[in-house]
């Protein structure tokens, strides 16, 4: 019993020698020695095969018949999940058979297994072939193998630099220079999602930042087979403050000038609190909203305050929670109750 397209080996067998030869051998495939090598093909079989041996005395001559039975190779193929990617790349295998009971693999990454499903990782950037072979319920072996089947792109290199790394909320822009390696697209995101132009496309953006903080920022470098790097660095944004606070203004109604408010940076809008006394030290309008100015009108009654010099008190607080109290003097001019 053999598989198919194997080859053996059939004798022949003297069990009685006659008058000793010398014999001569005539086999159905016209091989005339004492033994013939026969490929076994299925599903032609089973495959006879006579010899007729003469001791050139004899009558009749013997005869002998042998049968070679065939079996089946087994037939299938493999898949994959990945024929191509990025390393590493772990590549999911399958195999495909309609009655092979054992399967054994070759990655061509050095790497072998054995199981009708199976994985491999590919870490080093090239071509890899891949071979299965199938073994049936007769120890029958066919191969199938597939040249250059996995493919492993390169991964690019993301790198950058910044024109500073840490700053004031004054100074908060950030020029990006990209020193990325073999990538052709660029993804940026700057770690402030709750800030306007978070992320960018551009190679080289330039990014402005609202609050003072600690940011991540980050580039993802991508290249033509989509495999990608990423790169991240720090940058510190201290909080700091400036208030300016006006010394006259002019509550006409002309749309200039007409209200008394102080304008910040780097200030936080509650706890605030704004008081203006007149000369004599009455309190003539206080606020705790940062966005409410003083209009000049005499708080709790409609009326407006006269021309004069007035005492301001302002208490802000920093980014850092310290508090900054300012007094001064402010003088109202244009006043409608002069």
């Known amino acids: ?37 026969v490929v076994g093909f299925y599903p032609s079989q089973p495959n006879t095969y006579t010899v007729i041996i003469s001791d050139g005395c004899s009558i009749p001559n013997a005869v002998a018949i042998s049968t070679v039975y065939v079996h089946p190779l087994p037939n299938g193929y493999f898949t994959s999940d990945f024929v191509q990617g990025c390393p590493p790349l772990k590549v999911w295998f399958r195999g495909i058979s309609d009655s092979a009971i054992v399967y054994q693999w070759e990655f061509g990454n050095g790497e072998t297994g054995s199981g009708q499903s199976i994985t491999s990782e590919y870490t080093a950037v090239g071509t890899y072939s891949v071979k299965m072979t199938m073994i049936n319920q007769y120890g029958c072996v066919k191969d199938t ?4 089947y996995i493919t ?3 991964n690019p290199t993301a790198d950058f630099v910044l024109d500073k790394y840490e700053t004031t909320i004054f100074d908060p822009t950030f020029y990006a220079t990209n020193l990325s390696i073999g990538a052709n697209q660029y993804e940026w995101d700057f770690g402030a999602p709750d800030q306007p132009n978070n992320t960018t496309t551009f190679a080289n953006p ?16 991508i290249n033509e087979y989509g495999c990608a790097d990423r790169s991240t660095q720090k940058v510190i944004i201290h909080p700091d403050y400036l208030l300016y606070i006006p010394n006259a203004f002019t509550p006409d109604g002309n749309g200039i000038n007409d209200v008394f408010q ?4 780097g200030v936080l809008e509650t706890p605030y609190k704004m008081e203006i006394y007149d000369r004599w030290g009455e309190l003539v309008f206080e606020s705790e909203n940062f966005n409410e100015g003083w209009n000049g009108q005499i708080k709790g009654k409609m009326q407006m305050a006269k021309n004069d010099v007035y005492v301001y008190r302002i208490i802000v607080t920093d980014m850092k929670n310290n508090k900054h109290i300012y007094t001064g003097h402010v003088t109202l001019l244009g006043s409608s109750n002069k």
């Open 1 to 37: 019993t053999i598989c198919h397209k194997d080859t053996t080996s059939i004798w022949a067998n003297i069990i009685s020698p006659g008058n000793g030869g010398p014999y001569t051998y005539t086999w159905t495939n016209g091989v005339t020695t004492l033994s013939t090598n």
């Open 145 to 148: 193998a597939a040249a250059n």
């Open 152 to 154: 492993v792109h390169p």
């Open 206 to 221: 330039i990014h402005t930042y609202v609050y003072a903080g600690e940011y991540n920022v980050t580039l993802v470098a």
């Open 262 to 265: 102080p304008k910040a940076l």
